[in-house]
């Protein structure tokens, strides 16, 4: 089975803080691995994916085999970060989506 | 249009009624996805169909729930009886292909819908 855990339902920071929104997963294969993001009425959308090692508005994430972990981090928050974030898990079949973490982050 | 659209954008109902969500995914794309979206339950699968293969429906979470995918583009998602707990949004998603671990075109990333928010009284 695959599973997604975000243990934090809520993230507050200040602006211009470092910020780490956790992801860790569980799976028995080679996991590939993705952050979505929602703004506000928007539509959800991505925002990176492991294998493309890629870093989309500041934002990187590493994926750990070790530990079974995606943390999503950014080294300095914008107030524009607020938004609903969901890391998803792809296996063998079906995309599945942690539970998200809603970052707010204060000016 | 472009993107994926879903219909009605909202939908009241009064509990044990039926209901059906339309999905238009985006033109080509082979996966479709349906998910629910609620306070404290975040993105729950419910099904997924992937060109002409069986649809997966293990997150289907009774068997008042139902999907079908005519000729491999719209998709319907039908909720017999509702109850209060159906109350969510469900949202829509379609992907050109599932990855394939490598790096190239069109992998991996799925397109979602504005979603179909479901009030049930």
């Known amino acids: 089975a695959q599973r997604v855990t975000q243990p934090e339902k809520l993230l507050s920071v200040f602006k211009g803080a470092p910020v780490e929104l956790k992801c860790n997963y569980s799976?028995?294969?080679?996991?590939?691995l993705f952050w979505y993001v929602q703004y506000s009425r928007q539509r959800l959308q991505l925002l990176l994916r492991?294998?493309s090692r890629e870093s989309i508005k500041g934002f990187t994430a590493d994926l750990n085999k070790g530990e079974t972990s995606f943390h999503l981090k950014k080294p300095f928050a914008q107030e524009e970060d607020s938004a609903m974030y969901y890391c998803a898990l792809q296996g063998a079949q079906k995309l599945v989506f942690g539970q998200g973490t809603r970052l707010t982050i204060n000016p | 249009g472009a993107g994926v659209s879903q219909s009605p954008s909202n939908k009241v109902t009064e509990k044990g009624k039926d209901v059906e969500l339309r999905c238009d995914p985006i033109?080509?794309?082979?996966?479709l996805y349906w998910y629910r979206q609620s306070l404290g339950q975040g993105l729950e699968f419910l099904i997924y169909f992937q060109g002409n293969s069986a649809p997966d429906k293990s997150g289907l979470p009774s068997d008042r729930f139902s999907a079908e995918r005519t000729g491999g583009s719209v998709s319907t998602l039908t909720i017999q009886r509702t109850q209060q707990e159906d109350s969510a949004v469900y949202l829509c998603?379609?992907?050109?292909?599932?990855?394939?671990?490598?790096?190239?075109?069109?992998?991996?990333?799925?397109?979602f819908g504005e979603g179909s928010r479901l009030t049930v009284l």
């Open positions: 799976y028995s294969g080679s996991p590939e």
């Open positions: 033109s080509g794309h082979t996966a």
């Open positions: 492991h294998i």
């Open positions: 998603a379609s992907s050109l292909d599932r990855p394939l671990g490598l790096a190239g075109v069109g992998t991996g990333e799925l397109f």
